[in-house]
C-alpha cells in the first residue's frame, strides 16, 4: 500500500520536512474564484431565474419553476417514517446529545449597576435567520445537518433555511429526516455557488439570511469568502485532520483505524501520527497494511497518505504535545494511558479525544460537541462551531447625572486630545445639563 511518511525530531531536516508537511495551498484557484464571481453576479441580478438555469446547468435536473426548489416540509415528515427505525433512532440520539452539549454554551444578558445609577451590560440575541448549506455531490452528511442546525436552534434562531443539491434531482432521505428532528423551516434543493448567493442576496423564492454556515466544496467555499461582509460566515474549512499521539499502551489497530477515518475523506485530507515508541509505530503500520485491503475507499486513503500523511517519532510526551500544539489540527486523540496529565500542555486544537476508547468518529456523529472544527492549523486562533456563532450581543450603556459629569469630564479631554471638537462638545453640553 501507499503508505505516510516516515519523520523524526532527530532528523537534521525535520523541520523543513515538517514545513512540507503542514504546507497547504489554500489561496483560492483563480478559475474557480472567476466563475464563482459570475454565478454570484447572475443570482444577484437575475434572482429566480438563474437558480434554475444554473440548476440545471450543474445538477442534471430540470425544474419547471422556481418553486420547484422548495422542498415541502411534508417531505421532511415522510422521509423521517421511510428511512427505519434503526436509522431514525441514531439520527434522534445524535440530535438529542448534540442539544445536551449545546445547551451548556448559552452565552447569558448581564448588567451591572453602578452606585451612582450608572448602568452597563451587555444583551445577548439570537440571528434572526440563518442559511444552512448542506453538501450533497458525492456524499450525503445528515450528520451535518444536525451539528449545524442543533446548534442553531438551541441559540434561539426563528428561521433556519437549508439549501442543498440534488444531483438527478434525487433528494436524500437521510438528510430531510435530520432536517425534520433538528427543526429546519424551509429547504430547497438548489447548492453550489448559486445556493449561497440566493441565501446572501435574496431571491423571490429563497430568502435573504443573516450568516451562512455549512461545508461544502472549492466553489461553495469560494462563494462564502466573496459574500462575507454581506452575510456572516462560519468559516472557510479546509481538509480533514487528525492527530494521534499514542504511548505503547495504544491499540495499533484502533490507530490505524483512526488514521484511515480521516484519510478516507479526501485525497488531501490528512492523518498524523506522534509516538516516541519505534515499535508501536512499526505495529501501527503493519495494522495499516492487514486492513487497507478491505476499505472501500482505499484509493482515497492511500493517496491521501502519500500526499499528506506521516508517522514521527518524538523523545517523548512532553515534546509531542509541544508539536502537537505547533500543528494545531483539527481533531486530535490522546491514545495514551494517561490523556489528563497530557491536557494540561495542549492549547491548540479543534476538538481533543482522550483514551483510548474515544474515536474521533464518535464526535463526527453522536458525542455531543459540534463537528464543526478549525483546520489547516487555524485552531490557533478559533474555535469549533456553537450557539455563539448564532447570537450576538450589544452593549448597554444608561448614564446618569453625576456620570454625565464626571465621564464627560475624561471624554471631552480625549476628544480634544484627537482634534474631535464635536464629541467634546457632546460630552460637555450634557455635563453642563438644559439651558
Given at each position: 500500500?501507499?503508505?505516510?511518511?516516515?519523520?523524526?525530531?532527530?532528523?537534521?531536516?525535520?523541520?523543513?520536512?515538517?514545513?512540507?508537511?503542514?504546507?497547504?495551498?489554500?489561496?483560492?484557484?483563480?478559475g474557480v474564484d472567476r466563475a464563482v464571481a459570475a454565478i454570484l453576479a447572475d443570482v444577484q441580478r437575475r434572482g429566480?431565474?438563474?437558480?434554475?438555469?444554473?440548476?440545471?446547468?450543474?445538477?442534471?435536473?430540470?425544474?419547471?419553476?422556481?418553486?420547484?426548489?422548495?422542498?415541502?416540509?411534508?417531505?421532511?415528515?415522510?422521509?423521517?417514517?421511510?428511512?427505519?427505525?434503526?436509522?431514525?433512532?441514531?439520527?434522534?440520539?445524535?440530535?438529542?446529545?448534540?442539544?445536551?452539549?449545546?445547551?451548556?454554551?448559552?452565552?447569558?444578558?448581564?448588567?451591572?449597576?453602578?452606585?451612582?445609577?450608572?448602568?452597563?451590560?451587555?444583551?445577548?440575541?439570537?440571528?434572526?435567520?440563518?442559511?444552512?448549506?448542506?453538501?450533497?455531490?458525492?456524499?450525503?452528511?445528515?450528520?451535518?445537518?444536525?451539528?449545524?442546525?442543533?446548534?442553531?436552534?438551541?441559540?434561539?434562531?426563528?428561521?433556519?433555511?437549508?439549501?442543498?443539491?440534488?444531483?438527478?434531482?434525487?433528494?436524500?432521505?437521510?438528510?430531510?429526516?435530520?432536517?425534520?428532528?433538528?427543526?429546519?423551516?424551509?429547504?430547497?434543493?438548489?447548492?453550489?455557488?448559486?445556493?449561497?448567493?440566493?441565501?446572501?442576496?435574496?431571491?423571490?423564492?429563497?430568502?435573504?439570511?443573516?450568516?451562512?454556515?455549512?461545508?461544502?466544496?472549492?466553489?461553495?467555499?469560494?462563494?462564502?469568502?466573496?459574500?462575507?461582509?454581506?452575510?456572516?460566515?462560519?468559516?472557510?474549512?479546509?481538509?480533514?485532520?487528525?492527530?494521534?499521539?499514542?504511548?505503547?499502551?495504544?491499540?495499533?489497530?484502533?490507530?490505524?483505524?483512526?488514521?484511515?477515518?480521516?484519510?478516507?475523506?479526501d485525497e488531501i485530507a490528512q492523518s498524523i501520527l506522534l509516538t516516541a515508541d519505534e515499535g508501536f509505530a512499526g505495529?501501527?503500520?503493519?495494522?495499516?497494511?492487514?486492513?487497507?485491503?478491505?476499505?472501500?475507499?482505499?484509493?482515497?486513503?492511500?493517496?491521501?497518505?502519500?500526499?499528506?500523511?506521516?508517522?514521527?517519532?518524538v523523545r517523548d510526551l512532553d515534546e509531542a504535545c509541544e508539536l502537537a500544539n505547533r500543528i494545531a489540527p483539527e481533531?486530535?486523540?490522546?491514545?495514551?494511558?494517561?490523556?489528563?496529565?497530557?491536557?494540561?500542555?495542549?492549547?491548540?486544537?479543534?476538538?481533543?479525544?482522550?483514551?483510548?476508547?474515544?474515536?474521533?468518529?464518535?464526535?463526527?456523529?453522536?458525542?455531543?460537541?459540534?463537528?464543526?472544527?478549525?483546520?489547516?492549523?487555524?485552531?490557533?486562533?478559533?474555535?469549533?462551531?456553537?450557539?455563539?456563532?448564532?447570537?450576538?450581543?450589544?452593549?448597554?450603556?444608561?448614564?446618569?447625572?453625576?456620570?454625565?459629569?464626571?465621564?464627560?469630564?475624561?471624554?471631552?479631554?480625549?476628544?480634544?486630545?484627537?482634534?474631535?471638537?464635536?464629541?467634546?462638545?457632546?460630552?460637555?453640553?450634557?455635563?453642563?445639563?438644559?439651558?
Amino acid at each position: 500500500m501507499a503508505e505516510p511518511r516516515r519523520l523524526s525530531t532527530r532528523d537534521p531536516d525535520f523541520e523543513s520536512r515538517l514545513a512540507g508537511l503542514l504546507a497547504f495551498e489554500g489561496a483560492q484557484d483563480e478559475g474557480v474564484d472567476r466563475a464563482v464571481a459570475a454565478i454570484l453576479a447572475d443570482v444577484q441580478r437575475r434572482g429566480d431565474e438563474a437558480l434554475v438555469e444554473h440548476t440545471r446547468r450543474f445538477d442534471n435536473w430540470s425544474p419547471a419553476g422556481a418553486a420547484d426548489l422548495e422542498v415541502p416540509a411534508a417531505a421532511c415528515r415522510a422521509a423521517l417514517a421511510r428511512i427505519g427505525a434503526a436509522d431514525r433512532e441514531a439520527l434522534e440520539t445524535a440530535a438529542a446529545r448534540i442539544r445536551a452539549y449545546h445547551e451548556h454554551q448559552h452565552l447569558k444578558s448581564w448588567r451591572i449597576e453602578e452606585p451612582d445609577g450608572t448602568m452597563l451590560g451587555q444583551q445577548v440575541t439570537p440571528l434572526d435567520r440563518v442559511g444552512l448549506y448542506v453538501p450533497g455531490g458525492k456524499a450525503a452528511y445528515p450528520s451535518s445537518v444536525l451539528m449545524n442546525a442543533v446548534a442553531a436552534k438551541v441559540a434561539g434562531v426563528p428561521e433556519l433555511v437549508m439549501v442543498v443539491p440534488t444531483p438527478a434531482g434525487v433528494l436524500n432521505d437521510h438528510v430531510l429526516a435530520a432536517a425534520g428532528i433538528a427543526g429546519v423551516d424551509r429547504v430547497f434543493r438548489v447548492g453550489g455557488a448559486q445556493a449561497v448567493g440566493a441565501l446572501a442576496f435574496g431571491t423571490a423564492t429563497v430568502p435573504a439570511v443573516d450568516k451562512i454556515v455549512g461545508p461544502g466544496n472549492a466553489y461553495v467555499a469560494a462563494a462564502k469568502r466573496r459574500v462575507f461582509g454581506r452575510v456572516g460566515i462560519d468559516m472557510v474549512a479546509g481538509p480533514s485532520e487528525i492527530l494521534v499521539v499514542a504511548d505503547a499502551s495504544a491499540n495499533p489497530d484502533w490507530v490505524a483505524m483512526d488514521l484511515f477515518s480521516q484519510a478516507e475523506h479526501d485525497e488531501i485530507a490528512q492523518s498524523i501520527l506522534l509516538t516516541a515508541d519505534e515499535g508501536f509505530a512499526g505495529r501501527v503500520l503493519e495494522a495499516m497494511r492487514r486492513a487497507i485491503g478491505g476499505m472501500p475507499r482505499r484509493r482515497i486513503i492511500e493517496a491521501s497518505l502519500a500526499n499528506r500523511g506521516a508517522i514521527i517519532l518524538v523523545r517523548d510526551l512532553d515534546e509531542a504535545c509541544e508539536l502537537a500544539n505547533r500543528i494545531a489540527p483539527e481533531h486530535m486523540e490522546l491514545a495514551v494511558d494517561d490523556p489528563e496529565a497530557l491536557l494540561p500542555k495542549l492549547r491548540h486544537a479543534g476538538a481533543i479525544f482522550m483514551g483510548h476508547h474515544a474515536s474521533e468518529s464518535l464526535g463526527d456523529y453522536c458525542a455531543g460537541p459540534n463537528h464543526v472544527l478549525p483546520t489547516s492549523r487555524t485552531a490557533r486562533f478559533s474555535s469549533p462551531l456553537g450557539v455563539y456563532d448564532f447570537q450576538k450581543r450589544s452593549s448597554l450603556i444608561r448614564v446618569s447625572r453625576q456620570a454625565a459629569i464626571r465621564l464627560g469630564a475624561t471624554a471631552t479631554t480625549l476628544a480634544r486630545a484627537e482634534g474631535l471638537e464635536a464629541h467634546a462638545r457632546s460630552a460637555e453640553l450634557r455635563a453642563e445639563g438644559p439651558k
